[in-house]
Nanobody
């Protein structure tokens, strides 16, 4: 399974960006699809997730009220992250991740089997 993320870029503070990610290859059933980010010198952190099966969504506190995560297709093998009111502290490389199990510790990067290559988001002040 390969994950392809896209949509990053440079935006001014207060602006918006939409990230997309799609799984390809031998995908079977659906996946729990998550987004993580890693800023320079910091650890990778959870941002948001669409849990497979129920399609429940969960957010990190930093993303609540500003980001919206949604499944991109009926099988939940694609995910989108719409980011509003971006802040300079949102600057990071954003990674999508997937796991075929619907009941994982979605906030823990170690729970995921598959990772995209990362897409860079830069928010200028």
């Amino acid at each position: 399974v390969q994950l392809q993320a896209s949509g990053g870029g440079l935006v001014q503070a207060g602006g918006s960006l939409r990230l997309s990610c799609e799984a390809s290859g031998r995908t079977t059933g659906g996946y729990t699809m998550g987004w993580f980010r890693q800023a320079p010198g910091k650890e990778r952190e959870f941002v948001a997730v669409v849990r497979g099966g129920t399609r429940s969504t969960y957010y990190a506190d930093s993303a609540k009220g500003r980001f919206n995560v949604a499944s991109g297709n009926a099988r939940n093998t694609a995910v989108q992250l719409q980011m509003f009111s971006l802040k300079p502290e949102d600057t990071a490389v954003y990674y999508c991740a997937a796991h075929p199990n619907f009941n994982i510790h979605y906030w823990d990067a170690k729970s995921y089997d598959y990772w995209g290559q990362g897409t860079e988001v830069t928010v200028s002040s």
